[in-house]
């Protein structure tokens, strides 16, 4: 096969990075230079390319190159339901609104709301989704049609019922079978056990055989809202960490989103079992759900990234605006202006999310070999003038997803100068805006 190049010249390289051996803290490497990209990878990053036998030259000027931003968190499908029901309670908007909306879901809708999902992540610079829902085959196509990396899971709920289990199980099993590591590598699955409110012990016991034997990740909500907490204790007498960890189904390769209300002993277990966490700051002040205590986290060296959760209850994927409020929210929580610096933030949506995600060898930082998933950032906008010495600070604070201009996953170039080059968005708006009227006349028919 022949060798599709991409230069990127004369770019301002933003890339994060671990600890640093000299001062031990996570920092930022930023420095000036071009950037090759062959097929789907990066082949080298130097001050001199030669653009001889290069495809595609894309100018640099005025532009941050920075990885493509990493949401681990994520119902994309749920686009559909953007504004659908906001300022209500938790409680009232799944029962009376999100729950009645999804009985009516199929395949056709959740493709129409993930692929309406994938545009946005595009045009913001998101070229990496995690993501658990229902008609995941479908979201699955959509991810293949997009362009975009996306880790899968159906989402399991038995509500101690063994014949939804074993449905559940099929459904689950049925996804890493067709559609682990298709899409040129670009769809991983996941198991998706939904909470431990929602899935009994049996389907939790075993999503940890199932998870081991077809080597892929969990992806599980914990310890979202208090409620949540006090029905485990409830039906259990421990904390839900507590009770996972007694069921060792904890480890290295679980992502467990929210974890809102966790005791300083649940801390512990996560950082003893290495856990993910994946922090959603705008969906859990929306719900009001809480604030999660991210600095102790963070402190405890545990790794935290960053989702969005859905559009039904953020109302939107923008990982910039994500990031901004991750960090705002940890300062006036703990009363510390030093709480989540720009770095970190930038580092939780990138490197963290890679690693959340079981592919730090592959994404997460702009390094030789690694998977071509960046993105161009405009400096040359009112929102980002004057530049700030410290590059991470404009990003996280200033910037929003209006400010990418070029977004490129597995070397494919998804958006440039603002214009899509894979999707047609006029029509995937129109499939959006349909899929939702007929989903809500159904609804009010029942009614």
């Known amino acids: 096969m022949e060798t599709k190049n991409i230069l990127i010249k004369n770019v301002l390289i933003l890339n994060p990075k671990d600890n640093d051996e000299n001062n031990n803290h996570d920092h930022i490497e930023i420095f000036k230079g071009s950037v090759l990209i062959e097929n789907d990878r990066i082949a080298e990053i130097s001050s001199e390319i030669s653009s001889s036998d290069v495809n595609k030259i894309i100018d640099g000027e005025n532009k941050i190159l920075m990885p493509g931003l990493i949401n681990t968190h994520n119902h994309i499908s749920m686009n559909l339901f953007r504004g659908i029901a ?121 999503v940890r055989k199932e998870a081991n034997k077809y080597n892929v990740g969990i992806h599980i909500h914990m310890n979202e809202t208090q409620i949540e907490v006090e029905n485990v204790l409830k039906t259990t007498g421990k904390r839900p960490f507590e009770y996972l960890e007694e069921l060792k189904f904890l480890g290295d390769d679980v992502i467990a989103a929210h974890g809102v209300w966790l005791s300083k002993e649940e801390m512990n277990i996560i950082k003893n079992r290495d856990v993910k966490i994946s922090h959603n700051p705008c969906s859990n002040m929306k719900l009001a759900s809480g604030i999660s205590p991210i600095n102790e986290l963070l402190e405890k060296k545990i790794c935290v990234s960053l989702g969005t959760d859905g559009a039904a209850s953020n109302n939107n994927l923008d990982m910039f605006e994500e990031m901004k409020f991750a960090s705002l929210l940890q300062k006036v929580n703990t009363m510390n202006p030093q709480s989540l610096p720009s770095d970190m933030a930038l580092k939780m949506a990138t490197l963290n999310g890679a690693k959340s995600l079981g592919l730090e060898n592959d994404i997460g930082s702009i390094e030789v070999g690694k998977k071509a998933d960046v993105i161009l950032i405009d400096v040359d906008s009112a929102n980002m003038t004057p530049m700030s010495k410290k590059i991470s600070s404009n990003l996280v604070y200033s910037a929003n997803g209006s400010n990418v201009h070029t977004t490129i996953c597995n070397g494919e170039i998804l958006m440039e100068n603002r214009k899509l080059t894979k999707l047609n968005e006029a029509d995937i708006l129109q499939q959006g805006n349909i899929a939702i009227k007929e989903l809500i006349e159904a609804k009010e028919a029942e009614n």
């Open 86 to 206: 906001d300022d209500i309670p938790l409680e009232t908007w799944l029962k009376d609104n999100i729950w009645p909306l999804e009985a009516g879901l199929n395949g056709k809708y959740c493709y129409a709301g993930a692929i309406l999902a994938a545009i946005e992540m595009i045009k913001s610079g998101t070229t990496t989704f995690n993501d658990m829902y229902f008609f995941m085959e479908d979201v699955a196509n959509a991810t293949k049609d997009s362009g975009i990396r996306g880790c899968l899971s159906h989402g399991m709920i038995d509500f101690g019922d063994p014949e939804k289990r074993e449905k559940e199980f099929k459904e689950n099993i049925k996804l890493i079978k067709n559609c682990n590591n298709k899409a040129e590598g670009r769809i991983k699955t996941f198991f998706g056990p939904h909470s431990p409110v929602t899935a009994s012990k049996e389907l939790l016991e075993r």
